[in-house]
């Protein structure tokens, strides 16, 4: 069987995307790992798949599956890479969409200067939301990870649950060790993907990130807009802030509580191909 692909990437955030709107289509194991691995296969950090509409609201519903065959609720870079997608496959000429994940719906809107703007929703700031083990919400948390280090943390969901770190240089950052130690830590019954947050003023910080079931990528975009929300929460943040990632920068709104997270950044096609693969 051969199975057409589309290689696209925002902001170094990479994704293999599956145009499943006319036939259904669900990865097995095998596949991911053929779709996702770098030296054996095609190479991603996650495989987008693009499928017709479940409801009449929205144009195209998309899952998101992991290297380890987890699907998740939310992504924003991969978001952006679907806006264009379905546009340089004819599949939408549209310049706003409407598109719905597991846990999510999103407005995406296709700009002149060729990035892509995201209405990435409302954050959700209360424990049982995230979800994280706390018996009220504040604005930080501490938390003991293995080895018995502490690490002071703000908590957000954005279609997926996030906890953001403050650093005082990313680049020295412990991001695989403590990220992998907030995977299994018990405060987060569904893991959570991991934000080592570094603020150089109130419109501009540096962000690396640890996401659940693929480890650090170069860009996280639902990761960006949580670090912007807890950023603003502890007064380290303004409203519009740039967010420079390993691979581009990114930018996000948030007017304040109650009011939706808005995303910009780039979306780029690197290649298509076939995939032979025995099913």
Known sequence: MKLPFTKMHGAGNDFVVIDATRERFRPTPELLRLL?????????????VVEAPSAPDVDFDYRIFNADGSEV????NGARC???????????HKDSIRVRTRTATMNLAQLADGRVRVDMGVPRLEPAQIPFAAPARAPRYTLTVDGGATVEIGVANM???????EVADVDEA???????????????PERVNAGFLQ?????????RVYERGAGETL????????????????GRLGPRVAIRVPG??????WAGEGRPVYMTGPATTVFRGELEWRN
């Open 219 to 234: 860009a996280c975009g639902s990761g960006a807009c949580a670090a912007a929300v807890v950023g603003r929460l502890w």
């Open 174 to 188: 412990p991001v695989a060790e403590v990220g992998a130690a907030l995977q299994k830590h018990p405060a987060f």
């Open 73 to 76: 609720g939310q992504c924003g």
């Open 82 to 92: 679907l806006a264009r997608f379905v546009r340089e496959q004819g599949l939408s």
């Open 36 to 48: 996702t691995e770098r030296r054996l296969g095609v190479g991603c950090d996650q495989v987008l």
């Open 248 to 253: 581009g920068e990114l930018e996000i709104e």
């Open 199 to 207: 603020v150089v003023d109130e419109g501009h910080a540096r962000l």
């Open 159 to 165: 279609g997926n649950p996030h906890a953001v770190i």
